[in-house]
């Protein structure tokens, strides 16, 4: 089972792209308010078509890795968050 994502404009006028099931933080119960970040509509939507077809860890850490070649300082999820969330794919 993988995550669902959605689009959500945030207060800087970005995108980001947000898991809305089962991604929870290790220490309390919030959601993480974002999975990663992108100037343009277009790239976001781009990206939420990536993650729609990903089925696999290794497709989640293709499209992960792509982000965070093509927006080096906007990778907002990591370390221990971003395993639990590697997890939620088979």
């Given at each position: ?15 980001d792209i947000v ?68 997890n939620t794919y088979?």
């Amino acid at each position: 089972m993988s995550e669902e994502m959605a689009i959500k404009q945030n207060a800087d006028g970005f995108f980001d792209i947000v898991p809305v099931t089962g991604l929870y933080s290790l220490n309390t119960s919030q959601k993480i308010d974002s999975l990663m970040e992108v100037k343009e509509m277009a790239d976001a939507e781009r990206f939420l078509e990536l993650w729609k077809n990903a089925k696999t860890k290794d497709s989640a850490s293709f499209i992960l890795r792509l982000h965070e070649y093509e927006y080096p300082y906007n990778y907002r999820l990591n370390g221990p968050l971003l395993t639990k969330f590697m997890n939620t794919y088979v």
